[in-house]
């Protein structure tokens, strides 16, 4: 089964920036997609970057454009997410995701995957 493992958290002041690692320590199985998601308390699970797996056509929500970037390292099995010029409104607890996805593509919706890793805390000081 697939098992994903978030690591690159930390604390940063405003401006900073991290990257982020999520490696799958099996297999993705059918998943086209993996993505990066973030959940601050009190608040719904958004979805931050996408990446289709074949393509590595990605898809990032607008606060983060210019930003972050997602990419892939397909001989590592390797998702990550470099993350720039970072804000207090970027703190949240962040999560890597695969699913596959059909028909018109989703691919910020957490909805739309399957499998998940246990998460890695993000905090940004002003």
């Known amino acids: 089964q697939v098992q994903l493992v978030e690591s690159g958290g930390g604390s940063v002041q405003a401006g900073g920036s991290l990257r982020l690692s999520c490696v799958a320590s099996t297999y993705t199985a059918g998943s086209n997609f993996m993505g990066w998601f973030r959940q601050a308390p009190g608040k719904e699970r958004e979805g931050v970057a996408g990446?289709?797996?074949?393509?590595?056509?990605?898809y990032y929500r607008d606060s983060v454009k210019g930003r972050f970037t997602i990419s892939r390292d397909n001989a590592k099995n390797t998702v990550y997410l470099q993350m720039n010029s970072l804000k207090p409104e970027d703190s949240a607890m962040y999560y890597c995701a695969a699913g596959r996805l059909v028909g018109a593509y989703l691919p910020l919706r957490p909805s739309a995957y399957n499998y998940w890793g246990q998460g890695t805390q993000v905090t940004v000081s002003s």
């Open positions: 990446i289709h797996t074949s393509t590595s056509i990605t």
